[in-house]
């Protein structure tokens, strides 16, 4: 892999800093990860050469642990870090007074034209980066943990955040091979963290109210919902899993699920109109003529991942 002319600057050396230096280190961009703790970076060069030994040994990478950990190179001045950067990734902690101070400091130390983007698990950006002169060039960038084995990424602009900006982003974190999601508008939580947060949720409920416990639990997602969502979502699973696809499985299991959120409190109806989206979204990406062909493929993927686990457990 030829070295790219790209730097990321990357604030905060915690679990999410050092994961993000090694998806861009790991691409070939130079990388600068700061941090005011010493001691935290010193650890954090360690983690990083650590991960990348464990990346190396299942074939995960393209260049040797000590390449790719020799493009990261650890600071303790925030200006260094930022300048010249193409690419500003804060990673502090999920608290709002940091990010607006830390935000106030990037958006005066940074070239007007490198996005800002926070690794915020929650927080929008509307709420750190409102009053900011340069607001326009930020939104936030949420990834799966770790990024370096979890592609997806959410890219949550601001009613303020200009199209360009998001655009630039959503192309920088493509090409850093990871898997960008555009939000259309900010919410508290996001996409991935409100789906999450709706199975915890469900899976407290169930442990308070005696039906399950923690173990059984965790054992129906990981040897069944789970091995699905592996390699598809919500909506392909019903649409798969009901002959007609999404449409006739929310007119048949609509009413069910209708009355166990009403048992947690939640009215959120399924409504005729909702449903017509959704199918027509779906039968965009999957015409029902296909519908046979996309269930063995289904099929197939969970029969492979059923023969990798047997064989995983032979060996």
Known sequence: MHPSAHVAGIIGSGS????????????????????PD???????????????????????????????????VLCSDLASTVAGATLIQECAPEQLALKIDLFRQLDDLAEPSVVL??????????????????????LVAHPGNPPYLLPVIEIVPAPFTDARC???????????????VRLRKEIEGFVFNRLQGALLREAYCLVRDGVSSVADIDKVVSHGLGLR?????????????????VGSHALKM??????????????????SDLVAEVEAQRRSLIPLEEWEARVAWRDRALMERARDEVQRKSQ
């Open 16 to 35: 999410i800093g050092v994961a993000f230096a090694i998806v861009f280190a790991r691409a070939g961009w130079a990388v600068r990860l700061y941090d």
């Open 38 to 72: 010493a001691e935290r970076l010193k650890v954090a060069r360690q983690e990083i050469i650590s991960k990348c030994s464990a990346l190396h040994h299942y074939s995960l990478l393209q260049e040797t642990p000590e390449v790719i950990s020799a493009r990261v």
């Open 117 to 138: 983007a926070s690794s915020s698990s929650a927080l929008t950006a509307s709420s750190f980066a409102e009053t900011l002169p340069g607001r326009s060039r930020c």
């Open 166 to 180: 998001v655009d630039k982003a959503l192309e920088l974190y493509a090409e850093v091979g990871l898997a960008p």
């Open 229 to 245: 969502w592996a390699f598809m979502g919500p909506f392909e699973t019903v649409d798969l899993n009901t002959r007609g696809g």
């Open 254 to 271: 609509g009413p069910a699920y209708a009355r166990m959120g009403a048992e947690r409190g939640q009215h959120d109806p399924w409504t």
